[in-house]
């Protein structure tokens, strides 16, 4: 039965040809990533890219996995020609409407030496690529106790759980949360993150996806416009 043969063919072929473009080929990239040094012989500096992660990383980046946020959150700005999260005020760095902040698309080397990428699937929040600038850590906490109470419209839904209410014994705890109107724990109780907690919020601290780039993987245009950034950042 050739027909069939055909058949079967035809069908792993149209398996094959996704499985090592979408599989194979990028895996054999990723793979390839290393830790790139250079030395800028005029300013006199050294630099690596990317610069690595402290040990907290790891450990919010757990909490952030089992929590789901990945299923509302990515870390992923596209380049400009498939969509426009570089100019968008809350993807990247915050900027303003009038002056917006342009920043760079992120790059596979961005996720070296992470255990998972947590690209995302679905953009319901702002992209967090960049949120290690946006807000201090009581901001965060606060957050994640009650979004509402940062942001009346959020959908985001609260990380209570990951929060510790207990009596206070003597004095208030230094990183215990202030919360007011209905949140307020009432007189003589406390509320404090947990270890995860703030295993978490470390991690979102250093969410910077836009270590500057080794000159050899800028292309002309790119390079005009980070120069562009870098100046208007010293200029701040
Ligand atoms: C159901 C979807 C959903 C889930 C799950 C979710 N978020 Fe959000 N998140 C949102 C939305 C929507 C916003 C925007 C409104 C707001 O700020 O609350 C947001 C905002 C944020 C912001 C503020 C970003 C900014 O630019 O100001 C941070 C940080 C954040 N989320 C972190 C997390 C973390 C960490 C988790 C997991 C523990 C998480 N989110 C889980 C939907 C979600």
């Not at 005029?42 to 890219?49: A, F």
């Not at 070296?112 to 965060?140: C, K, M, T």
């Not at 969410?207 to 245009?221: I, N, R, T």
């Amino acid at each position: 039965m050739p027909s069939f043969r055909n058949f079967v063919l035809a069908l792993a072929a149209t398996f094959l040809a996704p499985w090592l473009c979408l599989v194979v080929i990028p895996h054999a990239k990723m793979k390839a990533q290393e830790v790139q040094t250079w030395e800028d012989k005029e300013l006199g500096t050294k630099s690596s890219y990317p610069a690595g992660t402290p040990n907290i990383f790891q450990q919010g980046q757990a909490v952030y996995a089992r929590e789901g946020c990945a299923s509302c959150h990515t870390q992923m700005i596209r380049p400009t020609y498939f969509g426009f999260e570089s100019w968008r005020p809350g993807f990247g760095k915050e900027g303003t409407r009038d002056n917006p902040v342009r920043i760079r698309e992120t790059r596979p080397g961005d996720f070296l030496g992470e255990r998972f990428a947590y690209l995302g699937v679905q953009r319901v929040g702002p992209d967090l690529s960049n949120a290690g600038y946006r807000h201090d850590e009581q901001w965060h906490h606060a957050h994640l106790y009650s979004p509402q109470s940062k942001r009346e419209f959020s959908v985001m839904p609260s990380f209570r759980h990951l929060y510790i209410k207990r009596k206070v014994r003597g004095q208030r705890s230094d990183d215990a949360l202030s919360l007011s109107g209905e949140l307020d724990p009432g007189a003589g109780f406390e509320v404090i993150p947990s270890e995860d907690a703030r295993a978490l919020v470390g991690y979102l601290m250093t969410l910077k996806k836009d270590q500057p780039l080794p000159p050899w993987l800028l292309d002309g245009e790119e390079e005009a416009e980070e120069n562009a950034a870098d100046g208007g950042e010293k200029s701040k």
